[in-house]
């Protein structure tokens, strides 16, 4: 259960801080998502984890699997640089539905 | 400490911590005012599964999670859309 790749000291040092900073970014938007007041304030909360959440896991990720293979793997570069392209669309999206549809009760 | 048990406990406590936030976007799902929070609150799961799949694939050390992480992304994307599409369209024909 508790297992984990055998990296060297400073990688495994490098990885850890990434996830669990990672990790806190994204707990940081989700509470944001959980406790702000109205919709137009909510949407912006999310976005954290979409920025630095997944930049920090993927840094870490790159590390990790680069230092295990003895070669450089980036192909994490592209969950990156499609959730960076793709949230904006959709964020945006939702928000004109939303006002669409608040402005359509008066 | 050696360094395979310090990773492994790093990893352990950001996935405790990953679910902790899939709760709270779980809460906001089920409790959200309009159907707006609840699509948010969808998009903000897809985006945390996504990054809790990519821990997993830290921890065996294989790339065979983040191909799974990368089809989460692209059908979140597509249904996020497709809902926010929905809620305009539904209202308009009503």
């Known amino acids: 259960m508790m297992q984990a790749p ?101 | 400490m050696n360094s395979v048990s310090l990773l492994a406990w790093a990893i352990l406590i950001g996935q405790v911590i990953f679910g902790v936030a899939l709760l709270l976007a779980s809460y906001r799902l089920f409790r959200g005012p309009r159907a707006q929070d609840r699509i948010l609150s969808l998009d903000t799961l897809y985006v945390t599964t996504m990054l809790l799949l990519v821990t997993f694939g830290i921890r065996t050390g294989t790339t065979l999670y983040y191909e799974a992480a990368l089809v989460i992304g692209l059908l979140g994307f597509a249904s996020t859309v497709a809902l926010a599409k929905f809620l305009m369209r539904g209202e308009v024909i009503e």
């Open chain 1, 6 to 106: 055998d990296l060297p000291l400073w990688a495994a040092i490098i990885t850890g801080l990434t996830v669990i900073v990672g990790a806190l970014f994204t707990l940081i938007g989700t509470l944001g998502l959980f406790r702000l007041g109205n919709f137009f304030e909510r949407i912006h909360a999310p976005t954290l984890g979409t920025t630095f959440g997944i930049g920090f896991i993927l840094v870490g990720s790159v590390v990790a699997l680069s230092v295990l293979q003895n070669r450089p793997i980036v192909h994490e570069i592209l969950l990156l640089l499609f959730v960076t392209v793709t949230t904006p669309v959709t964020l945006m999206s939702l928000g004109r539905a939303a006002l669409f549809r608040k402005n359509r009760g008066k």
